[in-house]
T-cell receptor
């Protein structure tokens, strides 16, 4: 158990709908990452938040958005869903941001949310 | 700019034989390197990491990796494969970019262990 929780575990919805995925990082971790994993595209980095602020963007579509709240949990919002958005969505957290004294912080991954768009 | 290349998308070994999963990286600065493992329908789990200390890094479950700067490689090895090692493995490079940690994942190597 990594200490990162994600809800829900499974989500089935129709095209055109909007869903919200939730992530709670490990206690004390300030940085949250979102990833999408699909069979055809592999593991894709979407977005990173640190202490409530967006810090890095990856291959995130305009239909997707995220935020990190004062209690450090994060939500990923997916709207106007398409069949191709069906994937596993992972959240990961890490203690801090940046590299200090040559050290780099590993990420702790949640179990993922499996989204199926029909 | 950083990048990471996992040279094999699939590797198949017999149980009890050595495992070698290859990873090459490109980085502008002194990177940190990681290997993660993902078992089917599970999240990713850290196997080991290199952060400029010893070049030979030991991880969990008997895995180890050697950082070779001259070859820009960070290959993952295990002396003897176990059935439970069947999973997908990701090599990851991380470096400081404008004061923030930038992380790049490889495309993954699926390890099959044959009984």
């Amino acid at each position: 158990d990594s200490g990162v929780t994600q809800t829900p575990k499974h989500l089935i919805t129709a095209t055109g709908q909007r869903v919200t995925l939730r992530c709670s990082p490990r206690s004390g971790d300030l940085s949250v990452y979102w990833y999408q994993q699909s069979l055809d595209q592999g593991l894709q980095f979407l977005i990173q938040y640190y202490n409530g602020e967006e810090r890095a963007k990856g291959n995130i579509l305009e239909r997707f958005s995220a935020q990190q709240f004062p209690d450090l949990h994060s939500e990923l919002n997916l709207s106007s869903l398409e069949l191709g958005d069906s994937a596993l969505y992972f959240c990961a957290s890490s203690p801090k941001l940046g590299i200090l004294a040559g050290a780099s912080y590993e990420q702790y991954f949640g179990p993922g949310t499996r989204l199926t768009v029909t | 700019a950083q990048s990471v290349t996992q040279l094999d998308s699939h590797v198949s070994v017999s149980e009890g034989t050595p495992v070698l999963l290859r990873c090459n990286y490109s980085s502008s600065y002194s990177p940190s390197l990681f290997w993660y493992v993902q078992h089917p329908n599970k999240g990713l789990q850290l196997l080991l990491k290199y952060t400029s200390a010893a070049t030979l890094v030991k991880g969990i479950n008997g895995f180890e990796a050697e950082f070779k700067k001259s070859e820009t490689s960070f290959h993952l090895t295990k002396p003897s494969a176990h059935m439970s090692d069947a999973a997908e493995y990701f090599c990851v490079v991380s470096e400081l970019d404008g004061g923030y940690q930038k992380v790049t994942f490889g495309t993954g190597t699926k390890l099959q262990v044959i009984p």
